[in-house]
């Protein structure tokens, strides 16, 4: 059993997630959002509890459902709130949008809008905690889909063969947009892929944060003795339709149901209240302030502005003249 | 609280839709969460839930009309609330 603050913390960070993506939801639908979100309500847990785990000097790579993540490791809800509102204040100056969201001081390599961009960026920064011998570790997110592309595959193997400190995390929410995981995957788990590689893998429920936070824990401890990547497959759901709008005809009701049921948040009021961690007026205070947080942004992203025609391509491209480059 | 329903964004690339099917008739009691509509657009059929529980007071676009995403669709208040200042809103 975790201790109290623990679990109030996790809380806290799931509430401001799913409040978050809640009024991301809202905002999309009145057409203040500038590019495609895919929300990730319904799977706050492991983003909490996996990156309450990490820290500052950690990296994460993320997905394009990366809110949660981008939330856990530490980012600022006004900064992201600004770049999905595409305004200069924004972290990609509101260039990027969601799905390039990235803030390096605090780890974060990056949401990414390539399903299986993330997984050798992951591989490279964890041959650099290596290299650098810096005790860092980094924790590479994906989704079940994404595990049948190359890139996961390539970056397994070399991250096993040269036992990078990477824990990859796949958030296995059953479906690949509107593919259900057995159409695309013979095999039961992503999990039973690492054995392939040689590498320690684990499935574990992931709307429980509880479980989620002490395997990850466990997990995180593992590589970050030295012992080389390993693998945390979590079931899980979204609630949401793949992106803010999808009709969602692919799913049965029977399923999404019998998932609601199952809400992380809900499973994690249910311990609060049963080991009574918060009183009623505690939650909703503490909601209470998330939300006027989350109004905060909202209010900081209206009030921005758009960045300018005239440094529309600033940022964009590249001079290429990184390191191994220049004397050429 | 009375509330007005705006024609929603659903996709990137959505600039309308047609307010195919109510699903509720005014004066009928909506749940949070309830479908109140089917939307079309060019690419999708989705389905317009209500946020709040109330009335839907009134419906501003007839069946079958294509509108702009963000023109008001309806308003949902209570049941004896005064929906005066809402319509005015629209008006504006």
Known sequence: ?328 | MANIITMPKLGLTMKDGVAAKWLKSEGEAVKAGETILEITTDKLTNELEADQDGILRKILVPEGEKVPCQTPLCIIADADEDISGCLADIEE
């Open chain 1, 1 to 328: 059993m975790l201790e109290k603050e623990k679990v109030q913390s996790l809380y806290e960070t799931m509430l401001k997630i799913r409040l978050f993506e809640a009024r991301v939801s809202k905002c999309f639908a009145k057409g203040q959002v500038q590019g495609f979100v895919h929300l990730c309500i319904g799977q706050e847990a492991t983003a909490a509890g996996v990156c309450a785990n990490l820290n500052q000097g950690d990296y994460i790579s993320s997905t394009h459902r990366g809110h949660g993540h981008i939330i856990s490791k530490g980012a600022d809800i006004k900064t992201m709130m600004a770049e999905l509102f595409g305004k200069e204040s924004g972290y990609c100056h509101g260039k990027g949008g969601s799905m390039h969201i990235s803030d390096t001081s605090i780890g974060i390599l990056g949401a990414n809008g390539i399903v299986g961009g993330g997984f050798n960026l992951a591989a490279g920064a964890a041959l650099a905690c290596q290299m650098k011998k810096s005790g860092n570790i980094v924790v590479c997110f994906f989704g079940d889909g994404s595990s049948n592309e190359g890139s996961w595959h390539e970056a397994m193997n070399i991250s096993s063969v040269w036992k990078l400190p990477i824990l990859f995390v796949c958030e296995n929410n059953l479906y690949g947009i509107s593919s259900r995981v057995d159409r695309s995957m013979a095999v039961k788990n992503v999990a039973d892929r690492a054995v392939a590689y040689g590498m320690k893998s684990t499935v574990a429920y992931g709307n429980d944060v509880t479980v989620v936070y002490e395997t990850a824990k466990e997990a995180v401890e593992y590589v970050r003795s030295g012992n080389g990547p390993m693998l945390v497959e979590y079931k899980t759901y979204r609630q949401h339709g793949h992106f803010e709008g999808e009709p969602d005809v692919y799913r049965s009701p029977e399923e999404i149901r019998e998932w609601l049921d199952q809400d992380p948040i809900k499973n994690c009021e249910a311990l609060i209240k049963e080991k009574d961690i918060l009183t009623g007026e505690e939650r909703s205070m503490l909601q209470e302030k998330i939300e006027s947080e989350i109004n905060e942004a909202v209010r900081f992203a209206e009030e921005s502005q758009f960045p300018p025609a005239a440094l529309a391509v600033k940022d964009v491209y590249t001079d290429i003249v990184e390191e191994g480059r220049v004397d050429r």
